[in-house]
């Protein structure tokens, strides 16, 4: 697993999530997951990650 300074890709992070690619491109294109462009493609800090998983747990009942 990377660390907080590694870069992921868009497939790494969708395979970390359990998600389809496309769905972190939505993440991504949408300001909730951030993302840093390199040429044409994104790379995600473990740390972002970690942080958008955080943020999204909610309470449920």
Known sequence: M??????????????????SKMTVYRLVHGGELEAVRVG?????TQKAVDDFIDKSFYQAG
């Not at 990377?2 to 998600?19: D, K």
């Not at 044409?40 to 995600?44: E, L, N």
């Open 2 to 19: 990377a660390s907080a300074g590694e870069f992921l890709t868009i497939a790494e992070v969708a395979a970390q999530m359990r998600v």
């Open 40 to 44: 044409r493609s994104f790379r995600v």
